[in-house]
């Protein structure tokens, strides 16, 4: 499996993903707060972490 870089806003620089446990990564997802209609927009961190998710597995 190919090493998995991810956008590190602190350091502004691509970094390759190490997880703190070896073998084990845990994610926490909030949900939208949503104070209008419903849109597209709120199911972007969704698919985005179920993308990252099915990568991890894979």
């Known amino acids: 499996m190919d090493k998995l870089h ?4 602190l350091s502004r620089s691509k970094e390759v993903f ?3 446990k070896e073998n084990f990564v845990s994610m926490y997802v909030c949900g939208p ?12 961190s969704y698919l985005a972490f179920d993308v990252v998710v099915r990568y991890l597995r894979d």
């Open 6 to 9: 991810i956008y590190n806003t």
């Open 18 to 20: 190490t997880p703190l």
């Open 33 to 44: 707060t949503v104070y209008g209609d419903a849109h597209l927009g709120h199911a972007k």
